[in-house]
């Protein structure tokens, strides 16, 4: 009995060892036939899953096609604040594609896993696609929201995920006081031409507009897909702030018949950015690669992709004229016009004892 | 199940068997060897880890603790937090006790089912439970629907938090109370019938007496439990900051804010005063046992 466990157990540590190294080993082997194997791991945010799952697969072909190598690319999702403190906890991402330049800023600050100037190292800006912020109501639209005013309507509800944590919710609330500035200054022209004073008034406006939203929240999730679901699934709220490409989502999945998109009139321009997470890269041999896999975001397929799953591309000379055609007509104001930097509008508005947080503060 | 049986062993041997403390009595290889281990293990798996907590956060000076630790919306978290628990434990301190209560004195049919059941918020991950309660308290839930009619917030508030928590800590009252119950023997009742008590007298001053240090232990496990608890509030709570923001959530939201040391901060704080809180009830426990049974 003794020497029979004895035996069990040997076994046992030897398979656990064995399985230990095999799992442990490095991204790239070769496979069956000689052909190389490579494996990329992409850190992304909430709302690409679908997009990613389709562009990984158009990468695989045509990197088999051009280096004859098996590429497998593994993706990761969640809030962007998460996602970006897992790579930097050790999440040995190839590649990140976040939902704004601040997370990978604070990556390359905190660990130097990436240089400071990393938004210099692909073509415009390193956004090979850009979204934007718009409206997800009830089918018929039954409260009439229409714009940005509207959302200081009583009575209705306002889904949105949490700024701490949720890129796309910061977008969300840059959106509204960028919507509520033009409103008081005169559209984006006013807010150039503004003095001191007068934008200074127009923030505290544009700051009650935003407390009258967050009033009217009942839920903040982590993240947009969670928001998304608290809206469509759970049916909570009669409106949902959200990107572009998760509203047509969400408008796609529920069948058409239950949810409907409102696009206002002047939104901010998103412009969720990638990188190579360099060193991560040098330690798996997949510098060459990853970049490619980026490269191939800006291609005509990944950007006909892109446009596919309702990002708005970069090169629209790419997109036939009918796909462009689903992206409406919208003012976009880019994050710069009003705020300067990521930095700065992250230190006034979402970090600790910034706008948001005084916003839950008792009176 | 192993806290049945660390339960039950505690309370038995503690009860019945006069303590022997000759060697050659010792069912376990040598105390050396027993001690060792345990001091190994614990080490490794509880000391180690939460000895790292603070060695993290004694790298923040004594006013950046104070205000990651103790600002307003850390204390509304820390009030919703416990005082959640707190209606959560005693709920279960309550309706566990019927229902070890009914699962040890009674036989009836099915029984044994009911009595697995009982420990299925233990097994299932919380986030089904969480998602198994949103389908029934929220807005458009089954039991949520007509609530809300009534004015009753049943997902998105405290109330909403209280549910989830009462839910995941049932099973530590009940498999608390029961090996207890299985315990008494019947014989007091029976003389307490016989020198004329009445049915309450006997419960309230013979049953339940005996009863009380299980019952308080079942309510310091499910306290304890409800405190920790993240996967199934966060779906049916609102996360609101001030208002239906759990801790658990504000130490998540703080770490993926890049704030590791506001959240230590914070976790050190839970950690103290979980530990106080268990101690003092421990402690309280062990008074009464012995006032009890002495």
């Known amino acids: 009995m003794d020497l029979m466990w004895k035996h069990t157990f040997g076994w046992l540590s030897l398979w656990l060892v064995s399985v230990a190294l095999t799992g442990c080993d490095g991204s790239s082997q070769r496979g069956e036939g000689g052909v190389k194997k490579v494996q990329l791991l992409n850190v992304s945010y909430d709302p690409t899953r679908e997009f990613y799952q389709e562009f990984n697969e158009s990468f695989a072909a045509h990197w088999k096609a051009t280096k004859n190598e098996e590429v497998y690319v593994e993706q990761s999702h969640g809030g962007a604040g998460k996602q970006a403190r897992a790579v930097m906890d050790g999440l040995e991402a190839d590649v990140i594609t976040l939902a704004l330049g601040y997370d990978i800023d604070v990556i390359a600050e905190r660990t130097k896993l990436l240089p400071l100037d990393w938004q210099s190292k692909f073509p415009k800006n390193s956004a090979p696609y850009s979204s934007t912020i718009v409206f997800l109501v009830r089918k018929g639209n039954p409260k009439g929201i229409k714009d940005w005013a509207d ?83 759970r049916q909570l709220g009669d409106v949902l702030l959200t990107w572009e490409n998760e509203a047509f989502l969400a408008l796609k999945e529920s ?45 005509p397929q990944g950007q006909q992709l892109a446009a596919k799953h309702f990002f708005r591309p970069n090169s629209a000379e790419l997109i036939s004229t009918e796909q462009m055609a689903k992206f409406a007509e919208v003012e976009l104001f880019q994050l710069k016009d009003i705020w300067g930097s990521w930095a700065e509008a992250q230190k006034v508005h979402f970090d600790d004892g910034g706008i948001f947080d005084q916003i839950y503060q008792p009176k | 199940m192993e806290l049945t049986l660390h339960v039950s062993l505690g309370e038995g041997s503690c009860a019945k068997q006069p303590m022997s403390r000759k060697r050659s009595y010792s069912v376990l290889p040598g105390f050396g060897l027993t001690m060792g281990y345990t001091l190994t293990y614990l080490s490794l798996i509880v000391l180690i880890p939460l000895a790292a907590l603070i060695v993290r956060a004694a790298s923040m000076s004594l006013e950046q603790f104070w205000a990651a630790a103790f600002n307003p919306r850390v204390m509304a978290s820390y009030r919703i937090t416990f005082g959640t628990s707190l209606v959560a434990a005693l709920v279960n301190s309550v309706f566990g006790f019927i229902v ?168 050190i704080v839970m950690l103290v005063a979980s530990f106080a809180i268990l101690m003092s009830i421990n402690g309280l426990q062990w008074y009464l046992a012995k006032k009890f049974r002495g």
């Open chain 1, 151 to 233: 959302l200081e309507k009583e009575g209705i509800e306002i889904i949105t995920p949490n700024p701490k944590t949720s890129g796309g919710a910061r977008w969300n609330y840059l959106a509204a006081w960028g919507a509520a500035l033009a409103k008081e200054l005169g559209g984006m022209e006013g807010i150039r031409k503004a003095t001191p004073e007068q934008r200074a008034a127009a923030d505290k406006k544009a700051r009650a507009f935003i407390e009258s939203i967050f009033r009217k929240v009942p839920v903040l999730d982590s993240g947009a897909r969670g928001a998304t679901n608290s809206f469509v699934q």
């Open chain 1, 255 to 299: 069948g058409g018949d239950q949810v409907e998109v409102v696009v206002p009139k002047l939104s901010i321009l998103a412009e969720p950015p990638v990188a190579v997470v360099d060193e991560y890269a040098k330690k798996h041999g997949t510098q060459e690669i990853a970049k490619a896999y980026l490269e191939h975001l800006y291609s």
């Open chain 2, 100 to 267: 070890a209560w009914s699962l040890v004195r009674y036989r009836f049919v099915g029984r044994k089912l009911l009595d697995a059941l009982i420990d299925l918020p233990f097994a299932i991950p919380t986030a089904v439970s969480g998602i198994a309660l949103t389908a029934i308290y929220d807005r458009n839930g089954i039991l949520g629907h007509t609530l809300f009619q009534w004015g009753i917030k049943s997902a998105l508030s405290p109330l909403g938090i209280c549910i989830a928590l009462t839910f995941i800590s049932l099973p530590f009252v009940v498999r608390t109370l029961q090996p207890a119950l299985e315990e008494m023997d019947g014989e007091s009742e029976e003389a307490a019938m016989c020198l004329g008590a009445s049915r309450w007298e006997t419960f309230r001053r013979v049953i339940f007496p005996a009863l009380f240090p299980s019952l308080l232990t079942g309510f310091a496990l499910a306290f304890a439990r409800s405190l920790g608890e993240y996967g199934s509030v966060v779906f049916i709570s609102g996360n609101l900051p001030m208002k239906t923001e759990i801790t658990s959530l504000l130490i998540i939201t703080k770490f993926e804010q890049h704030d590791h040391l506001g959240a230590t901060a914070i976790a």
